[in-house]
Nanobody
């Protein structure tokens, strides 16, 4: 089970950190990631991280967002800097386990311009 937190309202240019706490060990989870969705649009991948620490970002957040994971705390993070109004969305964390994506609940990020 995944529990996302860090919901907030920030001004453009500000920062926010999201956390995704797992109920069990994440050490064996190869791929975890952050996704976001806005009304009327499909959920998109924002950032992913493997158990080996390899990361991948959607072009629109490269250089501004950083995904990390702490196996000791069974938690994944998304540090979001230089936020833009277009980053406003519901953010979801996900983990691929046995070829199936497990989702946490969404957490709302609102960036005011």
């Amino acid at each position: 089970q995944l529990q996302a937190s860090g919901e907030g309202l920030v001004h453009a240019g500000g920062s926010l950190r999201l956390s995704c706490a797992a109920s069990g060990s994440i050490s064996s989870i190869n791929v975890m990631g952050w996704f976001r969705q806005t009304p009327g649009k499909q959920r998109e991948s924002v950032a992913t991280i493997t158990s080996g620490g390899s990361t991948n970002y959607v072009d629109s957040v490269k250089g501004r967002f950083a995904v990390s994971r702490d196996s000791a705390k069974n938690t994944m993070y998304l540090q979001m800097n230089s936020l833009k109004s277009e980053d406003t969305a519901v953010y979801y964390c996900g983990a691929v386990v046995a070829s199936r994506v497990h989702w946490g609940q969404g957490t709302l990020v609102t960036v005011s311009s």
